[in-house]
Each structure stands twice: as structure tokens, then as C-alpha cells.
């Protein structure tokens, strides 16, 4: 039996939404060098200067709806490019994996229900590290019931959703423990993304950190999350399940 995307079986065809941003470089970049994984659109906000950079080919958001065949979409682009990149995926029955953050309640239910009709994943942070602290923060705010909860996050002076995504799944699961987390966030140079949750108890303080100094974490998690997303039945899967 072949899985598509392994070394017996085609390459994955991959669509990157939102290829001129940070992380739609970062996704190309490394994705070039996996034979598993044949990029066969870049989409972009603007209409790109050049057709075909690297023998990939660019498309404008606008252009969508012409886009060529593929397996999977992979988007890290702005909430207000989320809904066209979703409905295409559903039309074609593609997956997607998405890291765009703040969307709003409407766009993260529209995720739910697709999820009753094509494999997709979404995940505020991609990286193997943030898995590890949401687990270690769970079992602290249910160790330190009565603490004083806050999480402080800290991200490059364009990010424009604050508090960030990681830090809201983070604070879910404080809010499981039945604590009631409160959010700072700063905005600062070129900080990749840093997350503090920090136990205020009596005399005594629990700090938990996570330091991204390489935006390439993110890509390469999302990435691995194609290659195993493809395959599944539909369904909204986390991170954690696609692991193995
Ligand atoms: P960026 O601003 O550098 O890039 C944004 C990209 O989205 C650009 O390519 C832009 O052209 C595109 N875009 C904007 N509006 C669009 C639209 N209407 N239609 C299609 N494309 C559109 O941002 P970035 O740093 O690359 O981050 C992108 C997203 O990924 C943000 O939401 C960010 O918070 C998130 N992010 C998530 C993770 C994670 O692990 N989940 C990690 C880093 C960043």
C-alpha cells in the first residue's frame, strides 16, 4: 500500500495561501527541498510581478478560482483571505491545513463544519515546543488552583492580531483547570514569538516560557501536517493527532 506524498507514490500537489507573507516564504523554501511535496500554486494578496518563480507558479488571490489541481492547501495568510481559500477546498475536496490566526466565530465554526466534508487541520502554533508547554500549562493550572493566571506574549511589530492565537489556546486550557487567565501583549522589532505563563501564588511564582527564534518551526510542522492530513477521513483534526 502506497500513503500519497511517500517516496513510492507521486508528490503531493500543495497549494501555498499566502506565499509572499514570512511564513508563505518560509513554507516554500523548505517545501523545495522534500521530494514528497510538488508545490503546484503560490497564491498571493496582489497580483504577482512574475508568473513563475523557482518553477512555481504564482497566482493572485482574485485568481483562485483558476487554480490547478491540487492535494492540499496549506494557508498562513489574514482572516479576511481565509473564507475564498476554505470554499475552494471544499469545492475540490482538498485538504487544508491552516495557521491563520484571529479569526473571527463565524470563520472558526465554517472550520468545524468543514471538517464534516474534507480532512483540515488548524492550529494556532505548529511547533513541537508549544504542544509540549499547552500540556505542562494544563497540569499547572490544575496544580495551582486560587493562582493568579497570566499570559504575556510578545511578537514582531507587524503581527496584527493580538492577543495571538497561541496565546488564547494556551488560556483554554487554564480555563479547563477552571482559572480565568488575563493576556498582555507586546509588539516589538523582529520577535518571532514568545509566550510566558506565569503562576502568581503567595510568595512564590511559576513561570512557563516558550521562545521561537526561527519561523522555519512553524513551516516545517505545518508541512509534516500535510503530508499526514491527506490521507485521513474528514474531519477537524489538531496537531497532536497528526504527530505520528
Ligand atoms: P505576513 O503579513 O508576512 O503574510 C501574510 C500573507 O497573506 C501575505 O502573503 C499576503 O499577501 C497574504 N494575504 C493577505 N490578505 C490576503 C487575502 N485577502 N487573500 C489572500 N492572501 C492574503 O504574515 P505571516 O507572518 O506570514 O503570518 C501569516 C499568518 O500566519 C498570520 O495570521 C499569523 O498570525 C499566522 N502565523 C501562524 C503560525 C502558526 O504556527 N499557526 C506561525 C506564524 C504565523
Known amino acids: 500500500m502506497t500513503v500519497k506524498g511517500d517516496r513510492t507514490s507521486p508528490p503531493l500537489r500543495v497549494l501555498i495561501h499566502g506565499a509572499s507573507g514570512r511564513m508563505g516564504q518560509a513554507l516554500l523554501r523548505l517545501a523545495a527541498g522534500e521530494p514528497t511535496l510538488q508545490v503546484v500554486a503560490a497564491v498571493t494578496h496582489r497580483p504577482p510581478a512574475t508568473r513563475v518563480v523557482d518553477g512555481v507558479a504564482y497566482f493572485a488571490a482574485s485568481e483562485l478560482p483558476g487554480a490547478p489541481v491540487f492535494d492540499v492547501a496549506i494557508d498562513f495568510s489574514l482572516p479576511e483571505g481565509f473564507d475564498p481559500i476554505l470554499a475552494l477546498c471544499l469545492q475540490r475536496k482538498a485538504a487544508l491545513v491552516s495557521g491563520t490566526t484571529g479569526l473571527s466565530e463565524a470563520q472558526r465554526a465554517a472550520l468545524q463544519r468543514a471538517g464534516g466534508d474534507i480532512p483540515v487541520v488548524w492550529a494556532s502554533n505548529f511547533s513541537l515546543g508549544v504542544a509540549v508547554l499547552a500540556e505542562l500549562v494544563e497540569r499547572a493550572a490544575a496544580a495551582l488552583p486560587g493562582w493568579d493566571c497570566d499570559i504575556i506574549e510578545s511578537h514582531h511589530i507587524h503581527k496584527q492580531d493580538a492577543p495571538s492565537g497561541t496565546a488564547l489556546t494556551l488560556g483554554q486550557g487554564v480555563e479547563l483547570a477552571g482559572a480565568t487567565p488575563r493576556y498582555a501583549s507586546l509588539r516589538?522589532?523582529?520577535?518571532?514569538?514568545?509566550?510566558?505563563?506565569?503562576?502568581?501564588?503567595?510568595?512564590?511564582?511559576?513561570?512557563?516560557?516558550?521562545?521561537?527564534?526561527?519561523?522555519?518551526?512553524?513551516?516545517?510542522?505545518?508541512?509534516?501536517?500535510?503530508?499526514?492530513?491527506?490521507?485521513?477521513?474528514?474531519?477537524?483534526?489538531?496537531?497532536?493527532?497528526?504527530?505520528?
Open 188 to 244: 516589538a522589532g523582529d520577535i518571532v514569538g514568545e509566550h510566558l505563563v506565569q503562576f502568581t501564588g503567595l510568595g512564590e511564582r511559576v513561570e512557563l516560557t516558550h521562545r521561537a527564534t526561527n519561523r522555519d518551526i512553524f513551516a516545517r510542522g505545518a508541512l509534516h501536517a500535510a503530508q499526514r492530513l491527506t490521507d485521513r477521513p474528514p474531519g477537524l483534526y489538531r496537531v497532536r493527532d497528526l504527530l505520528d
